[in-house]
Every structure is written in C-alpha cells, then in structure tokens.
C-alpha cells in the first residue's frame, strides 16, 4: 500500500485484528510503503530484514508476532501452545541478535503466557491476555520516550547545535523516539535547536529516517556526511552529541549503531559531551561489560550497494557489522526514562 505521507504517519508498528502493520523503512523518504505481518514468521522476517528497525520498535514488533502466532493456534491445548509459543520466540530472537529490547519484550510475553495459563484459563483468555500486554509495552514505550525527552531538555540550550546518529525518534519507538525525543518537545516548546545528522553509512539512516523525520516536523536539521563529524566539531557547529542505543551493559559500556564509538573519541578530543539516550529497557545487567555484547554482521551488499547501484568492485570483500561499542568512559550521560546519570554508573548494575 502506498500513499502521500506526513509527520503523523510516523507509527512504525501497528497491531491490528489479524497481522501488525510495519512502515517499510527501507524505501523512505521517497515512499511511504506499508508491510502486513500475520505471525511470528513474517514479523521475524521484516525484522531481520530491516524493513522495521530501531531497539524499542523491534521489541514492540517481536511482543506483536508472538501475540499473532498465538493467536492463530486458539484451538490448541495451552501445553501445545507453549510448544509453539517456545517456537516462535526462538524465531523471534534469533532475527536480531545485538538489542537487548527484543529478548526483554519476548521474555515479558512468555512468562504472561506462562501465569496465564498456572491460572488454568481457557486459550482464548490467555490469547486476549497475550494482546493486552503486548498493546501495554507499546504503550510505555511512549511514556519512557517522553520522560527521556523530558530529561534531555534540561542539557540544551537555545540556538544549541546537536550532532546525532542513526535514527532514533519516532521511526525506531512508539512515539518521539529516545535520543531525538528532546527535539521533538523542544519544537513544541518554540526552542531552537540546530540538529546536525549524520548519513550514518552503510544503511543511511541518519540521511533517510532522521532527516525526514525531523524535516516532517520543523525542527532545523541538516544532513552531514559520516567523516564530517570531526569538521563541525572544531568549526563550534556542535556542542553536543545525543545517540540512542541497542544495549547498555552494566558498566555503562554501550552497544550502538556502527560509527557511534568514533563520535564518542571525537566529543572527548573537542570537549563536548556525549549523551546516550534510551529507555531502561535497552539496559542488560547480565552483560557485565561491552565485550559480551553480541555484535550483528549484516551482508556485504549492504555496504558495496546502494539502492541496487554497486558503488565497489564486484568480487572486493566487505566488513559489515552493524554496532560498535563505546567504552564507558567515553559517555558523559546516560539519560532514561528515571533521569540523567554520570559514571560511573553503578545504577545499571541494580
């Protein structure tokens, strides 16, 4: 399905009657395309995919998919049904390996099945208790996403330049997004903000979704390319850097979109700060320091083609991992939904 779009058509995930309803981020800005998932399957398909992308929208997706498959076995026995349900979760995982948000929201589904169904209530109960948590992690993923914005409000200042990375607004959550989540409320409080976005090569994120996004909205965005981050931090265009995150271990170490760790060598060098933003969710108090995070390798043709147009020799090999890891030390803040924290942050590990 496609048709004009605007600023208000920015729901990434939307759970219906028989499928969820994913934008398909691959083909912005120039179209606004839907994708219908109908069951675990296809959602892990999209997710993999990256037709729906971003931390907290993959785990509203993944939380969506589980729900679906469930809802599609109704008739079986809750015994079967966990059968299935362990299936799908698996599936589920395994599309996107690197943000902790996905594990969390499937996790948090299964053991809903599993009180559901102690409670010895029938499969159709246990389906619709099913929808209603996956409808209320979508749901607080909102709440999370304006407290975040909230938070950040209080480290800019007007006329301030701001660099940030990938897409993390309304595109990669349920709404306002985590790192640009301040801008967004910044807009609806009339204060000025210069945001500075990187392309975020190889997948253009930053070029595709956050310009668009930002531009759809009215906030004063412009496009730089991935290795001008260091020209516009010396030239005084930027005096903050705001990243989302995909996991936060429990030392602070953060796992982010690919570039991230060299803007954080970069804020350090220039003296400005680096802000992580993201929900609580993103935090994984099992992984003690970034190494244990598990890193995404995506396919060469990501980074040697653009838009089906080979920008590199065919046959040359291509290194593609989708996240890096800034060491804590690097992070001036890590902001969430409970407030802004400074290292070290021994709150993570609580």
């Known amino acids: 399905m496609r048709r004009d779009f605007s600023v208000h058509d920015v729901?990434?995930?939307?759970?219906?009657?028989?499928?969820?309803?994913?934008?398909?981020?691959?083909?912005?800005?120039?179209?606004?395309?839907?994708?219908?998932?109908?069951?675990?399957?296809?959602?892990?398909?999209?997710?993999?995919?990256?037709?729906?992308?971003?931390?907290?929208?993959?785990?509203?997706?993944?939380?969506?998919?589980?729900?679906?498959?469930?809802?599609?076995?109704?008739?079986?026995?809750?015994?079967?049904?966990?059968?299935?349900?362990?299936?799908?979760?698996?599936?589920?995982?395994?599309?996107?390996?690197?943000?902790?948000?996905?594990?969390?929201?499937?996790?948090?589904?299964?053991d809903t099945f599993r009180t559901l169904a102690l409670r010895e209530v029938s499969v159709d109960a246990?389906?619709?208790?099913?929808?209603?948590?996956?409808?209320?992690?979508?749901?607080?993923?909102?709440?999370?996403?304006?407290?975040?914005g909230e938070h950040l409000l209080t480290l800019y200042e007007e006329g301030m330049g701001v660099l940030t990375h990938c897409n993390t607004g309304g595109l990669a959550t349920s709404r306002y997004g985590t790192a640009l989540a301040g801008f967004y409320l910044a807009k609806e409080r009339g204060m000025a903000l210069r945001v500075y976005a990187d392309e975020t090569r190889p997948y253009l994120q930053g070029s595709r979704l956050t310009a668009w996004e930002l531009l759809q909205a009215g906030v004063d965005v412009t496009v730089i390319c991935d290795n001008m981050a260091a020209t516009v931090m010396a030239q005084g265009l930027v005096r903050a850097v705001v990243v989302g995150a995909d996991r936060i271990a429990a030392n602070g170490d953060t796992a982010n979109k690919i570039g991230t760790m060299g803007l954080a060598v970069l804020a350090r060098h220039f003296g400005i700060p680096f802000y992580v933003a993201a929900p609580t969710s993103t935090i994984d108090p099992v992984t003690a320091t970034g190494s244990g995070i598990p890193i995404e390798t995506r396919p060469e043709d990501e980074l040697t083609v653009i838009r089906g147009a080979r920008i590199a020799p065919v046959g040359v090999a291509a290194y593609n991992p989708a996240f890096d890891v800034t060491p804590n030390e690097l992070i001036t803040a890590i902001i969430t939904e409970t407030g802004i924290y400074r290292g070290p942050y021994a709150f993570l590990r609580l």
């Open 126 to 148: 246990i389906v619709r208790g099913l929808r209603e948590e996956a409808l209320a992690i979508q749901a607080e993923d909102e709440v999370s996403c304006r407290q975040i």
């Open 11 to 110: 729901r990434p995930v939307e759970l219906r009657e028989e499928d969820v309803r994913l934008i398909d981020q691959r083909m912005l800005p120039e179209e606004l395309v839907y994708v219908d998932a109908r069951d675990a399957q296809e959602t892990a398909e999209a997710i993999r995919a990256m037709v729906v992308r971003g931390a907290p929208a993959i785990a509203m997706a993944g939380a969506f998919g589980f729900y679906l498959e469930a809802s599609r076995h109704f008739s079986e026995t809750p015994a079967r049904l966990e059968e299935v349900l362990m299936d799908a979760q698996a599936l589920l995982l395994a599309s996107r390996p690197t943000a902790v948000n996905l594990s969390g929201a499937l996790s948090r589904m299964m």
